[in-house]
């Protein structure tokens, strides 16, 4: 199995994070898991990647040439994956990855979850989406998308598509045990 993992390039404030990053690492290679990833050497990005790699574990990179030139790319990679451009580089995360969890992270962090969550209630893909909610980082996040459930915007079952767990090992387990919803129809004839 492989599982993308969407986060920070930088650290953020809380060690916390940081931890996160690297018990996630730690816990992906102690299942085996193959790591896929944004190929950059530094913060968040950095810390999963080292983690997975100290254990042994398999990590491939996906970066745009345009970041290779700034000299952020992971050069311990077990593999890094050169691609022309940021949509490249999401296409080919998604087509690699079995599954996709987000850590803390900022816009880039949040445009990538949101794509993949899209793609998944569309029915493009039927892989587990995840958030690691590592030191309630995404606390108000999932309040708000409880909200927007509540005002009819995104459907219950769409909703809990999204998986969010805290502790690394119950995420790593609820991504493995992951079966996608049923959905025949997500608009109902006559709703506008």
Request: glycine fraction near 12%; charged fraction near 25%; include cysteine.
């Amino acid at each position: 199995m492989r599982v993308c993992v969407f986060c920070g390039s930088s650290s953020g404030q809380d060690p916390v994070y940081l931890e996160a990053a690297r018990s996630l690492g730690e816990t992906l290679a102690a299942n085996g898991i193959e790591l896929v990833y944004g190929g950059a050497s530094v913060g968040l990005m950095g810390a999963v990647a080292d983690a997975v790699l100290a254990r042994g574990g398999h990590v491939i990179g996906v970066m745009p040439q345009s970041l290779v030139d700034k000299e952020i790319a992971h050069r311990g990679l077990s593999d890094l994956r050169v691609v022309g451009s940021m949509h490249e580089r999401k296409a080919l995360m998604a087509e690699l990855a079995d599954g996709f969890v987000a850590l803390p992270g900022g816009l880039g962090t949040f445009e990538e979850l949101f794509e993949i969550w899209t793609w998944a209630q569309l029915g493009y893909h039927r892989k587990p989406c995840a958030l690691l909610n590592a030191g309630g980082f995404y606390d108000k996040l999932t309040d708000f998308l409880d909200d927007v459930v509540d005002r009819g915007f995104v459907k219950p079952i769409h909703r809990a598509m999204l998986i969010v767990e805290s502790k690394p090992a119950a995420l790593v387990e609820a991504v493995r045990s992951y079966e996608p919803p049923k959905v025949d129809k997500w608009i109902k004839a006559g709703e506008r």
